[in-house]
């Protein structure tokens, strides 16, 4: 799961931004609704361009049209909240070094092998080899290698997998924008007319 808060730290001081238009306002959750929408489709349009340009074909699970699907927001008052609720999304972004837990090593499905995008549990007859020296191996089915056997896995951070701040902050000026808008619009549609109006 991935959870950051559109704030002045994300959008260099959006979340100001909101509070004074909030202060003006009786409605407040008006506001972060509509921000929380457009940070929620930026958040989600970025990830489904991610899947159409990073999925490789041939594998069944596509992980970031999973992720677009799993994006949501909340209010937090001062600021809206987007969740992914996908599990590796943190570690994409922050990256970090991953280790086997329920066993003595990760099983990494080998690209080109039919094992792409597949756990080991879907396969039958898996043998593993463990080189004693390196601790790393191989895991063999009919003598084709399926899975690399390692103790550990070290990824590198990659910012990209979500919209910079700037878009962030874009999008939220966007929403505020079409929300003043419509807030205009509904006043101007209300106000009565002054006797001799024209």
Do not use: C
Request: hydrophobic content about 40%; glycine content about 10%; proline content about 4%.
């Amino acid at each position: 799961m991935f959870t950051m808060s559109v704030n002045d730290e994300v959008t260099g001081g959006l979340s100001g931004i909101i509070r004074a238009l909030a202060a003006g306002f009786a409605d407040k959750a008006a506001i972060n609704k509509a921000v929380g929408r457009a940070a929620s489709q930026l958040t989600r349009k970025h990830l489904y361009k991610l899947a159409n340009t990073r999925h490789r074909s041939g594998v069944a699970l596509n992980f970031y049209e999973d992720a677009a699907d799993s994006v949501s927001d909340k209010d937090l008052g001062g600021g809206v909240e987007i969740t992914i609720n996908k599990a590796g999304m943190a570690q994409r972004f922050y990256g970090g070094t991953v280790r086997a837990v329920n066993s003595t090593h990760l099983w990494i499905p080998l690209t080109g092998t039919e094992a792409e995008g597949k756990a080991p549990g879907e396969f039958d007859r898996l043998v593993p080899i463990i080189n004693k020296a390196t601790r790393k191996g191989v895991a063999l089915r009919d003598g084709e290698a399926l899975f690399a056997l390692v103790e550990q896995v070290t990824q590198d951070p990659d910012p990209s997998v979500l919209p910079a701040a700037d878009a962030y902050a874009d999008a939220g000026r966007d929403a505020l924008d079409a929300y003043l808008d419509s807030m205009m619009a509904k006043d101007v549609e209300t106000r009565p007319f002054s006797k001799g109006a024209r």
